[in-house]
């Protein structure tokens, strides 16, 4: 959610600020602007409700050209989606800032600056940012003191990049909580919240930590730590292609992301594997010495991820013998657990950039966790550099706000933690050699499932005109479920929910009609005669069933039950990751056969870095 973009150049940074703002849309946003410092040495400002492209024609009426400037697309926290409350925020045409984040003491700090005679033109907390630093330059006269005066008041979290009338030669940003980034050209430089924006103009990155204050200049970016002292930060060359962002021969990227997902848990396996085993250290060089210690497994997350680690619990309780407890980043950092002796503690995020998660592992630092372990997508990423052991999923740019490669890929490295702890706890070479076959089949096995599309393409025609849908699951494919309906409900906008499946008669039981389609996803596992059971049920009330099934479970076409059919011997293992594909299909399709805005669903961001 919400994206900065800064350039500083000897060229017109205009296309390079828009272009960086194309490339951040997929984060969730309900407006844009973009504010650069003229030759006139004025500030001069254009902002848009709604996408980019309104920015973009705004800008081809009035032109914007300078040499140093900020942009943004923001997703509303304080006041309406409006121009007025658009970013760039400014204070007396002297300064322009953008922000990311969330200021938390806004009203103490607002109420202050009316008594001091300022005025407000938005509903913004970013605006009172803009004022404190306009303020702290009638006292310093420079940008980068200012910025180091004002960020000393703000309680919350927030990315900033700021220019300023009277301090033309730099861009000066900041980081509490939210991601910065800063870019290295030749002869220019720039900032944003996320690598993406600035592939097309730069390879070379370096990562602001937290409290870091930087000031950005053509030749170089200065960065200072949370006391003020002079930091270095390394500069990465990031491995990303310019293209990967691009959609290609598909119509939206959620799409290319969905038929990704063969390569994408290929590569996320590729080299952990060897000699029919875990390499353990692919973890980290310390791994196998916490592995054999842990004897507790706490998973935290958010959303999707969340649904991962619900998957692993399954896994890690059957192979490894030891508790999992899993549970939502927002609610764990609000109470005080108990932590058992030698528990780990992991988090998973697909950007390494969600506050609740983050939130939560800072918060775990001092309970005594045995070790934290990260899962992640972005390498860059606070998540990773906070954390003790690191497995990165090598999902690629995932674009589309409903997570798909981001999940399955988590799914596989859950299991090489799940495999690696349970060689510690004496699982025998033989069963972990069978199910690294298993893994290593996966990426085949995913293949032939993508070529479902087309019957599944004509399966959602069937949930056009529904208004609620029910997902069923029993075991380990319970979590599978949550996620379909997860997914039909974010791109759709159909009301969908998940339950296990024996919990019907408890509740779910009422709603079924025929008007409220039953999805069910059908392994040929231990608990089949129970779930075959539960669709009885569905059926005896007139409910209209969609099974997806392993051929041999016995479950036959007829007068309201839809059976797709999947390959047959799916192992267990591979399971979860099997069934979550043609869930991901039908949501698909079923989008955009409703015509709704799949890569980007209203009044969602990809990246929720706001708490």
Same mark, same amino acid.
């Given at each position: 959610?919400?994206?900065?973009?800064?350039?500083?150049? $000897?060229?017109?940074?205009?296309?390079?600020?828009?272009?960086?703002?194309?490339?951040?849309?997929?984060?969730?946003?309900?407006?844009?602007?973009?504010?650069?410092?003229? /030759?006139?040495?004025?500030?001069?400002?254009?902002?848009?409700?709604?996408?980019?492209?309104?920015?973009?024609?705004?800008?081809?009426?009035?032109?914007?050209?300078?040499?140093?400037?900020?942009?943004?697309?923001?997703?509303?926290?304080?006041?309406?989606?409006?121009?007025?409350?658009?970013?760039?925020?400014?204070?007396? /045409?002297?300064?322009?800032?953008?922000?990311?984040?969330?200021?938390?003491?806004?009203?103490?700090?607002? $109420?202050?600056?009316? %008594?001091?005679?300022?005025?407000?033109?938005?509903?913004?907390?970013?605006?009172?940012?803009?004022?404190?630093?306009?303020?702290?330059?009638?006292?310093?006269?420079?940008?980068?003191?200012?910025? @180091?005066?004002?960020?000393?008041?703000?309680?919350?979290?927030?990315?900033?990049?700021?220019?300023?009338?009277? /301090?033309?030669?730099?861009?000066?940003?900041?980081?509490?909580?939210?991601?910065?980034?800063?870019?290295?050209?030749?002869?220019?430089?720039?900032?944003?919240?996320?690598?993406?924006?600035?592939?097309?103009?730069?390879?070379?990155?370096?990562?602001?930590?937290?409290?870091?204050?930087?000031?950005?200049?053509?030749?170089?970016?200065?960065?200072?730590?949370?006391?003020? @002292?002079?930091?270095?930060?390394?500069?990465?060359?990031?491995?990303?292609?310019? /293209?990967?962002?691009?959609?290609?021969?598909?119509?939206?990227?959620?799409?290319?992301?969905?038929?990704?997902? &063969?390569?994408?848990?290929?590569?996320?396996?590729?080299?952990?594997?060897?000699?029919?085993?875990?390499?353990?250290?692919?973890?980290?060089?310390?791994?196998?010495?916490?592995?054999?210690?842990?004897?507790?497994?706490?998973?935290?997350?958010?959303? !999707?991820?969340?649904?991962?680690?619900?998957?692993?619990?399954?896994?890690?309780?059957?192979?490894?013998?030891?508790?999992?407890?899993?549970?939502?980043?927002? $609610?764990?950092?609000?109470?005080?657990?108990?932590? &058992?002796?030698?528990?780990?503690?992991?988090?998973?995020?697909?950007?390494?950039?969600?506050?609740?998660?983050?939130?939560?592992?800072?918060?775990?630092?001092?309970?005594?966790?045995?070790?934290?372990?990260?899962?992640?997508?972005?390498?860059?990423?606070?998540?990773?550099?906070?954390?003790?052991?690191?497995?990165?999923?090598?999902?690629?740019?995932?674009?589309?706000?409903?997570?798909? @490669?981001?999940?399955?890929?988590?799914?596989?490295?859950?299991?090489?933690?799940?495999?690696?702890?349970?060689?510690?706890? %004496?699982?025998?070479?033989?069963?972990?050699?069978?199910?690294?076959?298993?893994?290593?089949?996966?990426?085949?096995?995913?293949?032939?499932?993508?070529?479902?599309?087309?019957?599944?393409?004509?399966?959602?025609?069937?949930?056009?005109?529904?208004?609620?849908?029910?997902?069923?699951?029993?075991?380990?494919?319970?979590?599978?479920?949550?996620?379909?309906?997860?997914?039909?409900?974010?791109?759709?906008?159909?009301?969908?929910?998940?339950?296990?499946?024996?919990?019907?008669?408890?509740?779910?039981?009422?709603?079924?009609?025929?008007?409220?389609?039953?999805?069910?996803?059908?392994?040929?596992?231990?608990?089949?005669? @129970?779930?075959?059971?539960?669709?009885? #049920?569905?059926?005896?009330?007139?409910?209209?069933?969609?099974?997806?099934?392993?051929?041999?479970?016995?479950? #036959?076409?007829?007068?309201?039950?839809?059976?797709?059919?999947?390959?047959?011997?799916?192992?267990?293992?591979?399971?979860?990751?099997?069934? !979550?594909? &043609?869930?991901?299909?039908?949501?698909?399709?079923?989008?955009?056969?409703?015509? !709704?805005?799949?890569?980007?669903?209203?009044?969602?961001?990809?990246?929720?870095?706001?708490?």
């Amino acid at each position: 959610m919400c994206g900065i973009v800064g350039a500083i150049a $000897e060229r017109n940074v205009v296309p390079i600020l828009l272009e960086g703002l194309r490339r951040l849309e997929y984060r969730g946003y309900d407006s844009a602007g973009i504010a650069v410092l003229t /030759d006139k040495g004025g500030i001069e400002r254009n902002r848009a409700e709604g996408k980019v492209q309104r920015l973009v024609d705004s800008l081809e009426r009035q032109p914007l050209n300078g040499l140093s400037g900020v942009a943004h697309t923001r997703w509303a926290t304080h006041g309406v989606p409006s121009e007025r409350n658009a970013h760039p925020q400014m204070s007396r /045409d002297r300064v322009a800032l953008v922000h990311n984040g969330i200021i938390e003491n806004f009203e103490t700090l607002r $109420e202050e600056l009316i %008594g001091r005679g300022h005025s407000f033109e938005s509903e913004t907390d970013t605006e009172i940012v803009a004022h404190l630093i306009g303020e702290a330059m009638d006292e310093t006269g420079n940008l980068l003191e200012a910025v @180091k005066n004002t960020v000393g008041r703000l309680q919350g979290a927030y990315a900033l990049a700021v220019i300023a009338k009277d /301090d033309p030669d730099c861009i000066v940003a900041a980081r509490q909580g939210c991601p910065v980034v800063a870019g290295i050209g030749i002869g220019e430089c720039f900032v944003a919240s996320d690598v993406s924006a600035l592939l097309p103009v730069t390879r070379r990155f370096l990562f602001l930590e937290e409290g870091d204050v930087a000031c950005v200049t053509r030749l170089g970016v200065d960065v200072y730590d949370a006391t003020g @002292k002079p930091a270095r930060r390394p500069i990465k060359e990031s491995e990303l292609a310019a /293209d990967a962002m691009e959609r290609g021969q598909y119509r939206h990227y959620m799409e290319k992301e969905i038929h990704e997902q &063969p390569r994408a848990v290929a590569e996320t396996l590729e080299e952990r594997l060897g000699g029919g085993r875990v390499l353990a250290q692919a973890f980290g060089p310390e791994s196998g010495a916490i592995f054999a210690r842990t004897r507790v497994v706490q998973i935290v997350a958010c959303g !999707t991820s969340y649904h991962a680690g619900l998957v692993a619990r399954y896994l890690i309780e059957s192979l490894c013998g030891i508790p999992c407890m899993v549970e939502i980043a927002s $609610e764990y950092r609000y109470r005080q657990p108990v932590v &058992p002796e030698d528990t780990l503690y992991v988090t998973i995020s697909q950007s390494g950039e969600t506050l609740d998660t983050l939130e939560a592992l800072r918060a775990a630092r001092g309970m005594g966790y045995l070790a934290v372990l990260g899962i992640c997508n972005a390498p860059e990423s606070a998540l990773v550099r906070e954390s003790d052991l690191v497995l990165m999923t090598r999902a690629g740019p995932e674009i589309g706000v409903a997570s798909t @490669k981001a999940f399955t890929t988590q799914l596989a490295a859950l299991n090489l933690l799940v495999l690696s702890l349970a060689r510690c706890r %004496g699982m025998h070479e033989d069963k972990e050699r069978e199910l690294v076959t298993e893994l290593k089949a996966l990426p085949a096995l995913l293949e032939e499932i993508l070529q479902m599309n087309d019957a599944i393409e004509t399966l959602a025609e069937r949930f056009v005109d529904k208004e609620h849908a029910l997902f069923l699951g029993r075991g380990i494919q319970y979590p599978i479920a949550m996620e379909g309906a997860l997914k039909l409900k974010e791109i759709s906008y159909i009301h969908a929910e998940a339950y296990p499946a024996g919990e019907l008669k408890h509740g779910p039981l009422a709603l079924v009609d025929a008007d409220m389609p039953v999805v069910t996803v059908a392994p040929n596992n231990e608990l089949l005669e @129970k779930l075959k059971g539960n669709l009885q #049920e569905v059926r005896a009330r007139g409910g209209e069933l969609i099974v997806f099934a392993d051929p041999d479970v016995g479950i #036959e076409p007829a007068d309201g039950i839809f059976v797709m059919e999947m390959p047959r011997h799916i192992g267990a293992f591979q399971a979860p990751i099997a069934f !979550t594909l &043609p869930l991901q299909l039908l949501s698909y399709h079923v989008a955009v056969q409703k015509g !709704t805005d799949v890569d980007q669903p209203r009044n969602l961001a990809k990246s929720v870095t706001v708490e």
